[in-house]
């Protein structure tokens, strides 16, 4: 008697539960590269913007004003350059921001609005400054706006 060709239910059963292993144990490692990159991103996109901010204070005596969320400050778009663009969300979600002389300090870049988590924001500060979102250069200063403060 000849085995009829095909797979049983239980070879299936068994291939499905290694791939279900293998899958629970692959997510997770990708979510947290995922979550590396976007950070990577935005602290880079963040130090261009310091750069930017810092080169038209140089040259022109004094930070410029206080613009909303999304909008490029006057006389700035030629310091981004084709690296950032400001219109758009950052890299974590949310908006760029520019903020002159409120909060208590003179200037900071911020981003407004961002879906990342608090963990993730406290990974970016971590790696960029003391890693307490209180205190330091990179904080949270108001609900959902956190501030990388340039002076």
Known sequence: MRRPAGFTLVEIMIVSS???LLAIIAVPAFLRARERSQN???MNALRV????FEQYAAEHGDYPAD???ATIPAGMSIYFGPTLDWTQPTPIGGNWDWDAKVFGFVAGVSVVGSSASTTQFTDIDT????G???TGQFRN???GRY???LQ
Do not use: C, P
Not at 127 to 130: E, L, N, Q
């Open 18 to 20: 290694i791939i279900a």
């Open 40 to 42: 990577a991103k935005f």
């Open 49 to 52: 913007a310091h750069g930017a």
């Open 67 to 69: 613009v909303n969320r």
């Open 127 to 130: 790696a960029m400054d003391d």
């Open 132 to 134: 307490d979102l209180e």
């Open 141 to 143: 200063t108001a609900s």
């Open 147 to 149: 501030t990388y403060i």
